[in-house]
Nanobody
Framework: QVQLVESGGGLVQAGGSLRLSCAASGLTFSSYGMGWFRQASGKEREFVAAINWGGDSPYYADFLKGRFTISRDNAKNTVYLQMNSLKPEDTAVYYC?????????????????WGQGTQVTVSS
């Protein structure tokens, strides 16, 4: 059975950094595009970043303005999200997801598997 397990969330002050990890099992990880999405309380889920199966084509939401970096290690079946210069508005539950097409997509409907999420809270 497929499992995606996020880790690395927590409480950080504005301007700080966090690195999220998502460990995958039960699927051929190197064949899947991977994405990060987030959902703040009372808001809809929104796209953050995605990366293709080979890891050479990342894609980011416009609002990030270069603050976050997505990467993957296919040998470890893990995708990462390095988050720098965090702002209070980045507070949300962050989810990783796997997309069978392999390209990485900003559309949550195209993802086949989801993790349980990890809370990120940025204090001002």
């Amino acid at each position: 059975q497929v499992q995606l397990v996020e880790s690395g969330g927590g409480l950080v002050q504005a301007g700080g950094s966090l690195r999220l990890s998502c460990a995958a099992s039960g699927l051929t990880f190197s064949s899947y595009g991977m994405g990060w999405f987030r959902q703040a309380s009372g808001k809809e889920r929104e796209f953050v970043a995605a990366i293709n199966w080979g890891g050479d084509s990342p894609y980011y939401a416009d609002f990030l303005k270069g603050r976050f970096t997505i990467s993957r290690d296919n040998a470890k079946n893990t995708v990462y999200l390095q988050m720098n210069s965090l702002k209070p508005e980045d507070t949300a539950v962050y989810y990783c997801a796997a997309e069978f097409g392999g390209l990485g997509s900003p559309m949550y409907q195209e993802y086949n598997y989801w993790g349980q999420g990890t809370q990120v809270t940025v204090s001002s």
